[in-house]
């Protein structure tokens, strides 16, 4: 199942969809992957499983190399997650 905690915080994201009459898609990757990803890395995912999350792995790995992207990451995905943690809300 999934946490209250992540529920809770997606209620208000699910009454506006609702309300404006909106469809969804789910993007969550499966527990699993995360788990090894944050354990062993992206690289360690079997390929199979982890070109449903990258579907150009060449292309992902190129953006990752362009400086835009590294201080894109280091100054805020990295900061906010950061932030996240800090907070507990993972």
């Given at each position: 199942?999934v946490?209250?905690?992540?529920i809770?915080?997606q ?7 609702k ?12 527990a ?9 890395g ?5 390929p ?21 992207f ?21």
């Amino acid at each position: 199942g999934v946490d209250r905690k992540v529920i809770t915080t997606q209620i208000p994201l699910l009454q506006l969809a609702k309300s404006k009459k909106l469809n969804l898609l789910a993007l969550a990757p499966e527990a699993e992957d995360v788990q090894k990803v944050l354990t062993q890395g992206l690289q360690n995912v079997d390929p199979e499983r982890r070109s449903k999350y990258v579907v150009d792995a060449q292309g992902f790995i190129e953006q990752t190399q362009d400086p835009y992207f590294k201080l894109y990451t280091e100054k805020s995905l990295l900061r906010n997650y950061e932030t996240s943690i800090n907070n507990g809300d993972s």
